[in-house]
């Protein structure tokens, strides 16, 4: 598996984090963020992880900036890309789920470091149930 990463400058050490442990799962990384904490264009790193993801060259994406609302709004620009805001493993499980979210969008601003991994396996681990979701994730496409 391959995981597109992206952030902002409230992102570095959940990114940190993070790819630490999709390391630790012998997960690849492409990593689109910042390292720093000056400002920064949080769309500049959405829209790199949404071509990734559109382009094949990798699975799923991960993006983060402080309310990942506007990195989220980014990324679901591109038709392919089912960006989900989540701020708890119970809502990234739910997203996978029901929406096949192929994105998951964190906010650092209002989770905690360790949280936002654990949003993030959850993710991972996480299966589409197809079913009665498919059609209405076929509509969300449609345009």
């Known amino acids: ?27 690849e990384v492409l990593n689109f963020g910042t390292d720093a904490f000056d400002s920064v264009d949080y769309p500049d790193f ?8 559109t382009s094949g060259k990798a699975d799923l994406g991960i993006v983060i900036c ?17 960006c ?13 789920q029901h929406n096949d979210a192929n994105v998951v969008s964190i906010p650092a601003r209002f989770t905690a470091v360790e ?3 654990e ?3 959850t993710f991972l681990n996480t299966d589409f149930e197809g079913g009665r ?3 209405r994730v076929n509509k969300i496409s449609c345009m």
């Open 1 to 27: 598996m391959k995981i597109a990463i992206g952030n902002d400058h409230a992102g570095p050490d959940y990114k940190k984090a993070i790819v630490a442990y999709l390391e630790s799962q012998n997960i």
């Open 46 to 53: 959405g829209h790199k992880v949404a071509q990734a993801v």
């Open 66 to 82: 402080g309310s990942g609302n506007g990195i989220a709004i980014t990324a679901n620009k591109y038709k392919e890309i089912r």
């Open 84 to 96: 989900a805001l989540c701020w708890t493993k119970e809502i990234a499980a739910l997203a996978r």
């Open 115 to 117: 949280q936002a991994v």
């Open 119 to 121: 949003i993030v396996k």
């Open 133 to 135: 979701h498919t059609n």
